[in-house]
């Protein structure tokens, strides 16, 4: 069997891997962390630890590693969603590999915005859009299986598009064209990500082992200035967020949530050969 047999929203058998992938996934270092307030994410944290979790009861202390956990990966999405630029109501966003629909949601409360998230994943987005109906904001905000490279959605529609942690499952070039045709002119794009270190030289192993756990294949640093400069997509920030995740990582570890890929993690950022970066870019 083929993957296009399978369904036209996957184009090939390395999507129908991923899918499969996130289809089962069920980590508690996500889940467990979802359920502190609804909010679902699937990406990494930012900011400084609050260390003192670590003492106290013990039976309390995966209750406050959980929530200290999930404080930083909620601050990451509200650092994303403070680049997205002055969001109305009316506005239209994509959220591009939408997961369990966290940032979506978050978009939402924010700005009030529609969001229309889309995923590769069934279950994720049956997940999703059960969280939205939920907070009984499934009027405004949808989840789609569809493919974040051929979303069928309607040219120049969109005010801003983000990938959080998702631009590492695709081909950029692919990637940055769809989204230049999304975007209404002077729409925003935003993508945090883990990239490679083009002046560290070629992956270095702990990348390799991030890829091989997760399916991915993390893009050289270069490779994203260079497709936003082919697609009309003009950086005007760039953050880089290594120094601001290393604490969330060193948290994690010391966790029974830990999931065995802390460690190279913290190795590659160390080491200089891995950098966690935010890039806003306008739609010229
Ligand atoms: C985290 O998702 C993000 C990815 C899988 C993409 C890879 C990201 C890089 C920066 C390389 P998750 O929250 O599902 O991961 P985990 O289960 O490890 O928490
Ligand atoms: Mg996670």
Known sequence: MTATQDSTVLSSLYQRSVADYWNTEQNPVN?????????????????EVDWTVLDGPAETRDERVIKELHRLESAQTDFLMSRLGPLEPHHR??????????SSIVANLRFGCHVDGVSISESQVAFANEQARKRGVADKVRFHFRNMLDTGFESGTFQAIWNNESTMYVELSLLFAEHARLLSRGGRYVCI???YNDAYGLPSRAISQINAHYICDIHPRSTYFKEMAANRLVPISVVDLTPATIPYWELRARTALATGIEQPFLDAYKNGSFQYLLIAADRA
């Open 93 to 102: 966003v994509m959220d591009a590999g939408s997961g369990r629909g966290g």
């Open 31 to 47: 889940l467990r962390l979802g359920e502190v307030d609804g909010i679902y994410h699937h990406h990494y944290g930012i900011g």
């Open 193 to 195: 990500t883990g990239c």
